[in-house]
């Protein structure tokens, strides 16, 4: 299953993309310590392991591919994060394909609330 969506932060595309990818800043928003390089190819880990991947395409402050982890399955699960300025805000911009049916639900919540979302209350605190 698919997933697209969209979220306004009201921060640069810089501060977006290291809240992303730099692993101090994963922590501040999720509270897990971070395995993460904004390196493609780099394998990165989340959560204490409930999401693993790797990094396809970086680049810097615009995009981000990754490949997310879910077992042993024949399609890989791809989620691209597009990152567009929009005046003083940073327009995030995600697809993220072949979730399984599974996980559906949860993935899809995550990214509202405990990715996206926290990296939003996070970078709009100051």
């Given amino acids: 299953m698919d997933f697209n969506y969209e979220l306004e932060i009201n921060a640069d595309p810089e501060e977006v993309f ?13 509270g897990y310590p971070a395995d993460m390089k904004a390196e493609e190819g780099y ?4 959560w204490e392991g409930d999401i693993t ?3 396809l395409e970086v680049k810097p402050n615009k995009r ?3 490949e997310w982890y879910f077992g042993d399955r024949a399609e890989r699960s791809i989620a691209a994060l597009d990152l567009k300025r929009d005046g003083a805000c940073t327009r995030v ?15 899809t919540e995550g ?11 996070m970078l709009e605190m100051y």
């Fill in 64 to 66: 981000l591919v990754q």
């Fill in 18 to 30: 290291a809240a992303l990818t730099v692993p101090f800043q994963i922590e501040l928003w999720s």
């Fill in 111 to 121: 990214w509202r609330e405990y990715y996206l979302g926290a990296i939003k209350g």
């Fill in 43 to 46: 394998e990165f880990s989340l």
């Fill in 53 to 55: 991947g790797k990094n």
């Fill in 93 to 107: 911009v995600l697809r993220h394909t072949n979730i399984p049916e599974e996980a559906y639900e949860e993935i």
